[in-house]
């Protein structure tokens, strides 16, 4: 069994007006075959918790420790900590003009395992996640995520998910923008991924719609950069029928 443990995090971000405190003492602990759950109001650290557990130069770990197995992963750079393991799916995919979609992810797999994969065995592995993805195969030609609708973009992420298959899998609002169709296939597919039985799922999403479809094992509220509470599914119900309103007003009057 794997373990992604997060102690005591604190991460900031520099701004016009100097550094800006976001995440205030985050503890968590994700292990393989859990599905994790974030809910939080706009601007609460959901994505910032994301961005730093995955390396980006932008935020600022203050204090505190991400320990993939024991390892402090806060030590590896941005593609170390994919080849150990962890996986981000973006909120807002960025575009690369003139690298296919196919090169793409190659070159992605080649990365991650330190050699090639057979070319033979890697087409049809592409091609049977593309075909669970309802993407046509001249998808793979297109450069990446130029052009892309919403719900394309969110679909190119989840065939990366399953085809470098990492040990952990932040996924950043992977819901938003997408229609009931869409949200149902992204859905099949992070299900695929978890349904190995080994994998961590770290689910950030500001809506239970999704939870429909990927039943969580633990949900967390999470505000003002802290985890305010944790819960079994019942807890996504709570907050569909209330809302954050009361952890907003707790943490406003800490």
Do not use: C
Not at 23 to 50: F, Y
Not at 118 to 139: A, G, P, S, Y
Not at 242 to 250: F, H, I, L, Q, R
């Amino acid at each position: 069994m794997s373990t992604l443990s997060i102690k005591n995090l604190h991460v900031s971000v520099e701004t016009e007006d100097g550094p800006k405190q976001i995440l205030r003492g985050v503890d968590l602990t994700v292990n393989s075959g859990e599905v994790h759950a974030i809910m939080g109001p706009n601007g609460s650290g959901k994505s910032t918790l994301a961005y730093s557990i995955a390396g980006h130069p932008k935020y600022d770990i203050t204090d505190g420790e991400v320990l993939l197995d024991g390892e402090n992963i806060l030590d590896l750079s941005v593609d170390e900590r994919a080849r150990a393991g962890l996986f981000l799916a973006m909120q807002y995919p960025v575009e690369v003009p003139g690298v296919s979609v196919a090169n793409f992810l190659r070159s992605a797999k080649t990365a991650i395992d330190g050699e090639a994969p057979k070319l033979r065995t890697w087409i049809k592995d592409v091609n049977d996640v593309m075909d669970q993805l309802n993407m046509d195969k001249e998808f793979a030609q297109r450069s990446v995520n130029e052009g892309f609708s919403g719900g394309e973009k969110k679909r190119h992420e989840i065939a990366q998910l399953e085809l470098l298959n990492p040990r952990f899998a932040v996924l950043d609002e992977t819901d938003s923008g997408l229609d009931i169709d869409a949200l149902r296939v992204v859905a099949d597919g992070v299900n695929r991924y978890s349904g190995q039985g080994d994998r961590g799922v770290l689910l950030i999403t500001h809506y239970t719609r999704i939870l429909q479809y990927i039943k969580p094992d633990f949900v967390h509220v999470f505000v003002a950069g802290r985890l305010a509470e944790s819960g079994g599914r019942e807890l996504a119900d709570q907050l569909e029928a209330e809302g954050y309103d009361k952890y907003v007003k707790a943490a406003a009057s800490a």
